[in-house]
């Protein structure tokens, strides 16, 4: 046994490989380190990591199992609360939420929660393992809207209550930001995310692709015409904000959503696919939360030096720790405290540079965070070709617009019950980023979860 004040450290790709490839960065615990690790954990009668995970997945109960080497029991409790454990033990931003919350963490460090719950999901998925679905269907039909970790939490929820779900997808492969968003080297499309998708489809879940709710269909039609008595609305939070700026509509400005959904789905990276993206030489990235990272840290694997350009200092980054770690550990640069004031281009339209201020912190705002100030004459300009807006998203109106008495907010977010994602049109769920705006994908799941009980609730009192 080693220290047990100390995590049982995790297998990495060495920095200035992984630089270079769209591999898997992390490379998980073997059996060995995650038994290990497990027995760390002190298995607490009043288990504060329960309260701290979205999901309220049972964790001293999973963990019990893997101490034991029973890595199907593990995934049975895992199971009983998440539809997409591969994936949460990787992009969940653990250290704020269980791990955030373990007693062992007083003292020393946290029980690697997030590490253990990957290794029992990859490894069920080795052995075959798959969750159990409902035993008889209810005869009720229920539309999910969205297949991304909201939908396709939602859906596999309902699933297992005996519903026959189907979720509409607008784009041409399920999954949402999980396929889109998140790059291949933090979360691996065919080996995670397709075989995640896989089991909710085994739960009995139907998944349509290519159908636009507001467009090909509507919320009303499906419920007055197709004879769904339900819908859940987890369609997500796509479309880009942009800061307005001059010169930022010139040939080399993206949005992060489509530099990151160019390279993810559409395999930018891979040569041999005739989607490629023109990375840049120099690319600046504008903001700090894990999509610029994620961003940043793709355009360096596709060749590109790449600087974070972000107006708070390094503490108020909101990205999690680990992302920020491993982009500084693989060369990317950090012009912090300093913001975009216009993109130069040339006369043919293409970007050239981009002209900056450097800011001081001042007083807190109504976030609580110190309001950036502009340094008086501190311009300067950034040699760059190419710059990445990662600003954050807000929900596309399409299906607000097109659905009659459902209330949005000024952010064009749908308003929705907390506790049962009930909305102000009857018999309409909704829930993740299309309610909250852009927020992580445990938050999504756990307002899919919510949303299923409120509509199992709804649909059984009807």
């Known amino acids: 046994m080693g220290d047990v004040l100390k995590k049982v450290p995790v297998r990495e790709q060495e920095p200035k490989v992984r630089a270079k490839n769209f591999d898997e960065v992390c490379l998980g615990y073997n059996k060995e380190e995650a038994i290990e690790e497990a027995n760390r954990c002190l298995n607490c009668k009043n288990a504060q990591c329960i309260k701290g995970c979205p999901v309220a997945i049972n964790i001293p109960a999973f963990i019990e199992q893997v101490k034991t080497g029973n890595v199907e029991e593990a995934y049975k409790v895992i199971s009983e609360s998440s539809a997409l454990p591969a994936v949460c033990g990787r992009v969940c931003p653990q250290e704020s939420q269980c791990e955030g919350k373990c007693i062992r963490g007083i003292k020393g460090e946290p029980v690697s929660i997030g590490k253990l719950e990957r290794f029992v999901a990859d490894t069920a998925r080795e052995m075959g393992i798959k969750p159990e679905g409902a035993k008889e269907k209810n005869g009720k039909k229920v539309a999910v809207i969205g297949s991304g970790p909201a939908g ?15 979720i509409f997808e607008a784009l041409h492969e399920a999954g949402g930001v999980l396929v889109y968003g998140i790059p291949e080297f933090r979360l691996p499309k065919e080996d995670v995310v397709a075989k995640e998708i896989e089991n909710v489809k085994n739960l009995g879940v139907k998944i349509e692709t290519n159908v636009v709710i507001g467009k090909s269909t509507t919320v009303d039609e499906l419920i007055e015409e197709e004879g769904f008595e339900a819908v859940f609305i987890g369609s997500g939070a796509g479309l880009p904000k942009f800061m307005g700026i001059k010169g930022e509509t010139a040939n080399g400005v993206f949005s992060a959503n489509e530099y990151l959904t160019r390279s993810n789905l559409m395999k930018a990276f891979d040569e041999s696919y005739d989607t490629p993206i023109k990375p840049g030489k ?36 909101p990205a999690r720790v680990e992302e920020v770690h491993h982009a500084m550990e693989e060369g990317i640069k950090f012009e912090l405290l300093t913001n975009p004031v216009e993109i130069i281009e040339d006369e043919k339209g293409l970007v050239t540079g981009m002209k900056c201020i450097r800011m001081e912190l001042g007083e807190p705002d109504e976030s609580g965070r ?53 909305t102000s049109k009857e018999g309409v769920f909704a829930g993740g980023d299309a309610v909250t705006g852009a927020a992580t994908v445990i938050l999504a799941m756990g307002a899919g979860k919510a949303a299923a009980k409120g509509i199992h609730d709804y649909l059984s009192n009807k």
């Open 282 to 317: 120099n690319v600046a990235v504008v903001g700090g939360g894990n999509v610029a990272m994620d961003a940043a840290r793709t355009a360096l694997r596709l060749g590109a030096n790449v600087s974070i350009v972000y107006r708070r200092s390094l503490e108020e980054l």
């Open 370 to 422: 110190r309001r950036p100030v502009e340094i008086k004459g501190s311009e300067f300009i950034m040699d760059v070709d190419t710059v990445i807006m990662s600003l954050g998203t807000s929900p596309n109106p399409l299906i607000s617009s097109t659905t009659k008495g459902l209330e949005t907010n000024r952010h064009g977010c749908i308003i929705a019950n907390e506790e049962i994602g009930a």
């Open 152 to 166: 396709l939490t939602c859906a596999g929820d309902l699933a297992k209550l005996g519903y026959d779900v189907t």
